[in-house]
């Protein structure tokens, strides 16, 4: 005899706010048997109610939300033949979000470092193949969110500054984005620009000596081709690179010798998680969502739970946006 059982289930975001969310798929089942329902979530916790549900002691839930990526957990069923599923703490569905960025004029003390070195960059591009510029003021402020070459690389650039700038440098108190010079490109996934020769030393110096977290990796052809992008320079040699774990954003530099315009630079090209494990970190996600190259939205999600007291100098709104009416079964 099919059994009612009912629940209420709490979804919410990477800051604890319950989302919103106006076309979500729950799913329970024993694997050999499912139900399913439709649901709109309205900043609250959503009541569902099915008549009938899957034989056995432990279920798995999954949820499949419109705007933020899927998840599972599994809950044992209770005597009264029903479960109490945990609150889900889930990232964003990146392909259903935009940026939305502080002005230059707001951006407070955090951002004094980013600000002075794009002032010092006058031929810095924002997307490989943007024109050079500098993107202060006006110029920093008029790149739409709807332009995804440029708005990524702008969100990929405020990611990686909010770590560089905290980050100190092995064995010193002097931040990462200190050592940078000048700020050369960003792309949705990097920045590279030309540093101090210490920065170069370091990293070298902890491709011998592991500490604090870091430890050397392979330097791949992808970042000499990188370094190779950045107009005027030539003879790249001499290159390192180091990374962290997730607990540390999985960040990466590599660094190299080179000339530029035929001067000596030291030059780096820095990164953060190109295969998803950072987004996977802390989150009961479904684990295919991810294939690769990390998308910035996901990247901004995971620093919000690991670092949450850090500004990204933007928010994230919906493409889409809908009225927020009370939780609801959709039928």
Same mark, same amino acid.
């Given at each position: 005899?099919?059994?009612?059982?009912?629940? &209420?289930?709490?979804?919410?975001?990477?800051?604890?706010?319950?989302?919103?969310?106006?076309?979500?798929?729950?799913?329970?089942?024993?694997?050999?048997?499912?139900? +399913?329902?439709?649901?709109?979530?309205?900043?609250?916790?959503?009541?569902?109610?099915?008549?009938?549900?899957?034989?056995?002691?432990?279920?798995?839930? !999954? =949820?499949?939300?419109?705007?933020?990526?899927?998840?599972?957990?599994?809950?044992?069923?209770?005597?009264?033949?029903?479960?109490?599923?945990?609150? =889900?703490?889930?990232?964003?569905?990146?392909?259903?979000?935009?940026?939305?960025?502080?002005?230059?004029?707001?951006?407070?003390?955090?951002? $004094?470092?980013?600000?002075?070195?794009?002032?010092?960059?006058?031929?810095?591009?924002?997307?490989?193949?943007?024109?050079?510029?500098?993107?202060?003021?006006?110029?920093?402020?008029?790149?739409?969110?709807?332009?995804?070459?440029?708005? =990524?690389?702008?969100?990929?650039?405020?990611?990686?500054?909010?770590?560089?700038?905290?980050?100190?440098?092995?064995?010193?108190?002097?931040?990462?984005?200190?050592?940078?010079? &000048?700020?050369?490109?960003? +792309?949705?996934?990097?920045?590279?620009?030309?540093?101090?020769?210490?920065?170069?030393?370091?990293?070298? $110096?902890?491709?011998?000596?592991?500490?604090?977290?870091?430890?050397?990796?392979?330097?791949? !052809?992808?970042?000499? !081709?990188?370094?190779?992008?950045?107009?005027?320079?030539?003879?790249?040699?001499?290159?390192?690179?180091?990374?962290?774990?997730?607990?540390? $954003?999985?960040?990466?530099? +590599?660094?190299?010798?080179?000339?530029?315009?035929? !001067?000596?630079?030291?030059?780096?090209?820095?990164?953060?998680?190109?295969?998803?494990?950072?987004?996977?970190?802390?989150?009961?996600?479904?684990?295919?969502?991810?294939?690769?190259?990390?998308?910035?939205?996901?990247?901004?999600?995971?620093?919000?739970?690991?670092?949450?007291?850090?500004?990204?100098?933007? $928010?994230?709104?919906?493409?889409?946006?809908?009225?927020?009416?009370?939780?609801?079964?959709?039928?």
């Amino acid at each position: 005899m099919a059994e009612v059982f009912a629940f &209420e289930l709490r979804v919410v975001d990477v800051d604890g706010r319950p989302i919103v969310d106006p076309n979500s798929f729950v799913r329970v089942t024993n694997e050999v048997r499912a139900v +399913t329902a439709q649901v709109a979530f309205a900043a609250a916790p959503a009541p569902l109610r099915f008549m009938e549900r899957p034989a056995g002691a432990v279920l798995q839930l !999954r =949820l499949t939300p419109s705007r933020y990526h899927d998840s599972r957990v599994f809950c044992t069923v209770d005597g009264n033949g029903t479960i109490a599923p945990p609150e =889900l703490r889930i990232p964003r569905r990146s392909s259903e979000w935009l940026p939305a960025f502080n002005a230059w004029r707001s951006l407070g003390e955090p951002f $004094a470092q980013l600000k002075g070195k794009l002032e010092a960059s006058p031929a810095f591009r924002l997307g490989r193949a943007s024109d050079s510029e500098q993107l202060v003021e006006g110029r920093y402020d008029a790149v739409d969110p709807a332009d995804e070459s440029r708005s =990524l690389a702008k969100m990929s650039l405020l990611n990686l500054y909010s770590r560089l700038a905290i980050e100190p440098a092995p064995g010193t108190t002097t931040p990462w984005f200190a050592f940078v010079k &000048e700020l050369c490109y960003a +792309t949705r996934e990097r920045f590279l620009a030309v540093v101090d020769e210490e920065c170069w030393s370091r990293v070298h $110096a902890l491709t011998r000596e592991p500490m604090d977290g870091y430890r050397g990796v392979q330097v791949v !052809r992808g970042h000499i !081709r990188n370094l190779e992008a950045i107009p005027g320079v030539t003879d790249i040699s001499q290159t390192a690179s180091v990374k962290t774990r997730e607990t540390r $954003a999985n960040l990466q530099l +590599t660094v190299a010798r080179a000339k530029k315009d035929g !001067r000596t630079v030291f030059l780096v090209d820095t990164d953060m998680d190109e295969n998803g494990r950072l987004i996977l970190h802390g989150f009961d996600v479904i684990r295919h969502a991810f294939n690769g190259g990390t998308h910035p939205i996901d990247i901004a999600e995971a620093l919000r739970v690991l670092f949450p007291d850090s500004s990204l100098g933007y $928010a994230l709104a919906p493409k889409q946006p809908v009225p927020e009416t009370r939780a609801r079964l959709v039928s």
